[in-house]
């Protein structure tokens, strides 16, 4: 399995950020400018990332003010979990956005990268809505 991760703080409470990003309707705030055809519910968000694939993602756990876990709606290109965690540091919030990917090492050597500098823009994106 390969991880990656990547954390933030941001400068509003922990129940404004945990009501935020348990909408998958929110989420598209959070993507990179290569994300179209954008279609969310509450719970279900599906996309197409230009040039690579269609992904369907769903929210498959909430724990209020902790936690949210999304895992794909359909099959994807290879399994994967994400998941934000949350942390309340006085009245600001620990925000850590994790994907776990099970790369086989080509997949790994494609998609390392490209799911880096997803975490990283996902979680400054956040920070930066929040501001």
Known sequence: MSVFESTVTVKKPIEHVYAFLADMNNHRQLMPDNIADWESTADVATFNIENIT??????????TDREIIITPAEKPPFDMELKWELAPIQNTCQATFTITADLSMLMKMLASAPLKKLVEEETQNLAELFK
Do not use: D, G
């Open 54 to 63: 269609r992904l369907a993602l769903k929210i498959s756990h909430r724990m």
